[in-house]
Every structure is written in structure tokens, then in C-alpha cells.
């Protein structure tokens, strides 16, 4: 899927403060479309946060509608489809925010890059949907090629003869490329002894990955819009829904070019790095690395995965969270099976999205829209996370956690065992219409006695945040923004099949929702009868 004829879509530029608005034309002639705009609050705006069935109605073919909204943080964020699986089939997009006119970075740099990253499959996400929802089940596998603003190579590497005997991608030839094609790789042109600001984003559908460019120490100094307290690293671990920015110098030998590699963690790797070069000017970008690209950290090395992660703090000076919480929600996340179908459950519940978006049932009070049950706030303290469960069998729902406005809450993500033994994957949650503190990470079952390790001092803002295999992460927010707003594993197909909740806040503090966003379900009826 393209926008405007591009793919990735257009790169969005704004500055703080700015409201963007978007005219958006579906000329997809046999399905509706969404537009998510990923990191952006939304604050007054949540019927623009573009998630089907939750904040809007998706867009018919040869409609349009307007997306309106105010970008109010300086950060890297990105866009993408949400409905169906139309983020895997490459309905997505950059949206940089600069500083506005008062603002300041808090770090220098003389230029700046922007790398969009994804993840790509040769069959059509139709076909992978089907598999998904079939029984027996059918899963996606693992992608063909990582792609680097929207390029990749298949079937030859850029570095082949440097390719290690016991490589999965040995038998590659050779990449011979001009420097025109389309898939010819991604070129970082730079000037020695300079400071770039690297901005990464991943919108990949599957794959957690790892960025590491040849020679190069990267600090990190920005996640998901927020500052940090600078770092440096050798390479970074990025799960689909994050964001970085990073600075590096440009102080290696400039008669020389380095790779960037990006490879897949948390996974067996199937797919080759994705790669992009770094060209030192004014040497020709034609030149290759006479390194091999650096090698990607093991893909099952959990203890590399977590040491970065507890590396992450606040910029001093940054918002500190409340000292407790007046509500917390613990969301054990499991595989199951729903009358033979294989879905993923949160507290055993599978979410099924309903026909009328959310915010329009709840806020004109429409009975029967969806599940009026509050889905659990905990699971059975009996359960045991590093096996299988018992009894696999779960089902489906459409109910809302309904937050009281301006409180405190506290999400504790649960990992556990699958439906196959041993086995635990790695979930990238993301929040709609929010950022939260990461408190922290532990492993097994949370309990009581971890409450302690938690920080409340330097934790960082963010909008994404994994959980480790058989572990737990603990988040705090404030329910401070009108609307309903989904909270997901950013996996495409695990989303898909069923792995998100959904928070309701202050509805009725919502005023303005354009009809055009619910003019479907029993919404779209209301507003018939109204006008008969």
C-alpha cells in the first residue's frame, strides 16, 4: 500500500506546537482504511487517533476525511494503518516534530537522518490474515527482508563475501547494483568530524530488531518523544512501536564507507540484516565496507535485551510520576484457543473489536454497542506462568476498562508460557492517547515483594514497552485525556488474533467528534433517524 504514490508514505515535518491537519483519500477500491498517528496525544483530538472501531469508523473507498490534530512534544514518531493488517502491507510513514519557534534541543548535532524501519513478506497480508484465522492454524512465518526506509534486498547481499560458512544467508550472491534501483540500499551521506542525529523508528509487523553501525558508538538521548540521560552503546535493541534518536560522531578513517545493520532479535533469525551504508564524503558511496557489517547479538541473548533497557532513564529535569497509584490493572498475557482457533488472551479474555467505534457508543450512551462487562483486573494468583496453561480454552470480548478520570494507574504486563512448552515471546505494548513511566522489569510472576524495586525517581516517558520472556514490566499513567484509547501488542498479528485491551476516560468531557467518524454501526443508524 502506498501513499500519494510513495512508499514508505510522505515524511510528515512539523514543529511543536503546530496543528497538522491531514485530508486523507482512500482510493483502495475493496477495503477501508485508517490512519494511526503513532506517539501523538491527541489531547482534545481523540476521535483523530485513527484506530478502527475504537475512535472512528474506517474510511470507505473514494471517501476522505480529515485528520486534525495538535503535534504539542518535539520527538520522532511515525504513522501507520490500523485496521486489519494494512501496517504490514506498508500503509505507513514518518512524522518529525521539530522544537517550536522557543524551544531547544538538549544536545547538539550538525545534521540530522531519518531511518524508518520494517519488516517485509512476499505474500499479501490477505493471505497471512486467512492463515491467522483458519483452523487449522496457519502462521506467517518469519519475514523475507528488513527494510530501511522502505528498501531491501532478496535472493543476493550487499555483503556477501563477507558472509560468515554457518550463515543462514551463505548461498547469497553478490548485490551489483548502479546505485539508482529502487532496492539498492539506503546511503547516509556524512562529513568527517561532525555529530548526527540519527532518528530510528520501528513500524516493523513482527520483528524486534538491533541497529549497530560499523565502528560507531551511538549515544542514545531521545525514546518514543521523550529525552533521556545520554548513553552510550555499541549497538540498540528497537521493538516494533519505539523510537530513537541517537547521535553519532564521525570520527573513523573518511577515506573509508561502514555499514549499518540492522538484525532480528527475539526470534530465530530467517531473514539477513537489512543494510544501509554510511558514506563519508568525498569518497564515493560506490565504495563498500572493507568490514564486515557488525554482527547482530544473539537472537535468544535476553540478558543484552534487558541490560539496554535498564540503561533508560529521564532526562533530569524530566516529569517524575505519582508516588501510588489508585488503581491498578494486572494483565496476564497468554495463547489460547477459542473453539479450536489459536488466539492470544489477556486475563483469558481474547479482544474482539465491535462494529460502533467506542468513543462514539460510550459517549452517546448507545446500549448493546459492546460488551458491558468490565473485563478482569487480575488473574488467578494459582496460575502458573512457566508452564502451558491447563486449560487453554478462552473467550472472546468487547469490554472496556473504564478509568476514572485524573487518577493514577498502574499496568502490570504479565508474560507467561505459550501453548507450546517452553516457549515465552517477547510483547511490544503500546498506549494510544498516552505516555507512560516504566517503572520496571522482573522476572516470573510479579508480586508484593517487588513493589520495592520499582523507581519512581528517574523512570522514563514512554509510549511502547516490552515484556521480557516469563517476565513482567510495571507502567504508571494518568488518565488525563478524554477519550478511549487502545492499549496492544504492536506484533501485527498477535494484535490481530486478539492481544489488546481497550481505557476509556472522561468520555464526556469529549465535544466535536466530526459525524464522518461514526457513520457506521449504531451510530451511523442514530444519526439516520435523527435526520428522518
Not at 53 to 65: A, D, K, L, W, Y
Not at 358 to 371: C, D, E, Q, R, V
Request: aromatic residues 12%.
Amino acid at each position: 500500500m502506498g501513499i500519494n504514490g510513495q512508499f514508505p508514505g510522505p515524511t510528515i515535518r512539523a514543529k511543536a506546537g503546530d496543528t497538522v491537519d491531514v485530508e486523507l483519500t482512500n482510493k483502495l477500491s475493496t477495503e477501508g482504511v485508517v490512519i494511526h498517528w503513532h506517539g501523538v496525544r491527541q489531547f482534545g483530538t481523540p476521535w483523530a487517533d485513527g484506530t478502527a472501531s475504537i475512535s472512528q469508523c474506517v474510511i470507505n473507498p473514494g471517501e476522505t476525511f480529515h485528520y486534525r490534530f495538535k503535534v504539542d512534544r518535539a520527538g520522532t514518531y511515525f504513522y501507520h494503518g490500523h485496521f486489519g493488517m494494512q501496517r504490514s502491507a506498508g500503509l505507513y510513514g514518518s512524522l518529525i516534530v521539530e522544537v517550536g519557534e522557543e524551544g531547544k534541543e538538549p544536545f547538539y548535532y550538525d545534521g540530522e537522518f531519518n531511518l524508518l524501519l520494517s519488516d517485509w513478506w512476499h505474500q499479501s497480508v490477505h493471505h497471512q490474515e486467512v492463515g491467522l484465522s483458519s483452523n487449522p492454524f496457519r502462521w506467517i512465518g518469519e519475514p523475507q527482508t528488513l527494510l530501511i526506509n522502505g528498501r531491501g534486498q532478496y535472493n543476493c547481499s550487499m555483503a556477501a563475501q563477507f558472509r560468515r560458512p554457518e550463515s543462514s544467508s551463505s548461498t547469497q550472491s553478490q548485490c551489483k547494483f548502479r546505485g539508482n534501483e529502487q532496492c539498492a540500499p539506503h546511503i547516509l551521506r556524512v562529513r568527517p568530524n561532525k555529530t548526527y542525529r540519527l532518528r530510528v523508528a520501528s513500524t516493523t509487523a513482527l520483528a524486534s530488531l538491533n541497529l549497530a553501525i560499523g565502528n560507531h558508538k551511538m549515544v542514545v538521548v531521545e525514546a518514543d518523544g521523550n529525552y533521556l540521560q545520554p548513553f552510550s552503546v555499541d549497538n540498540l535493541d528497537i521493538y516494533s512501536g519505539e523510537s530513537y534518536s541517537v547521535l553519532i560522531t564521525t570520527d573513523q578513517d573518511p577515506s573509508k564507507n561502514y555499514w549499518l545493520s540492522v538484525g532480528v532479535r527475539g526470534r530465530l533469525p530467517e531473514t539477513p540484516p537489512g543494510l544501509a551504508i554510511l558514506n563519508y564524503k568525498p569518497t564515493s558511496a560506490s565504495k563498500l565496507p572493507t568490514s564486515p557489517p557488525p554482527v547482530t547479538p544473539r537472537w535468544n541473548d535476553y540478558s543484552h535485551s534487558k541490560a539496554f533497557s535498564k540503561k533508560i532513564f529521564a532526562l533530569m529535569g524530566s516529569s517524575k510520576p505519582p508516588k501510588s497509584y489508585e488503581r491498578r490493572i494486572i494483565l496476564l498475557n497468554t495463547q489460547n484457543k477459542i473453539n479450536g482457533y489459536t488466539k492470544w488472551a489477556i486475563n483469558n479474555v481474547s479482544l474482539a473489536l465491535p462494529p460502533t467505534p467506542y468513543l462514539g457508543s460510550i459517549k452517546y450512551g448507545l446500549k448493546n454497542a459492546f460488551y458491558r462487562y468490565s473485563p478482569p483486573e487480575n488473574f488467578d494468583e494459582k496460575y502458573d506462568v512457566m508452564s502451558p496453561p491447563t486449560n487453554p480454552n478462552s473467550t472472546s470480548g468487547s469490554g472496556v476498562y473504564l478509568l476514572s478520570f485524573n487518577t493514577t494507574v498502574d499496568v502490570i504486563l504479565q508474560n507467561a508460557n505459550a501453548l507450546s512448552a517452553n516457549v515465552s515471546e517477547i510483547h511490544p505494548w503500546h498506549l494510544h492517547g498516552h505516555d507512560f513511566w516504566v517503572l520496571g522489569y522482573g522476572e516470573g510472576k510479579f508480586s508484593v515483594k517487588d513493589e520495592k524495586k520499582l523507581n519512581l525517581k528517574n523512570p522514563p516517558l514512554r509510549n511502547t514497552a516490552v515484556i521480557f520472556p516469563y517476565g513482567w514490566t510495571a507502567l504508571r499513567f494518568l488518565a488525563d485525556n478524554p477519550g478511549v484509547w487502545a492499549f496492544h501488542c504492536h506484533i501485527e498479528p498477535h494484535f490481530h488474533m486478539g492481544m489488546g485491551v481497550v481505557f476509556a476516560e472522561g468520555v464526556h468531557h469529549v465535544n466535536n467528534i466530526p459525524n464522518e467518524a461514526l457513520t457506521c454501526g449504531l451510530t451511523g443508524k442514530m444519526f439516520l433517524s435523527k435526520n428522518n
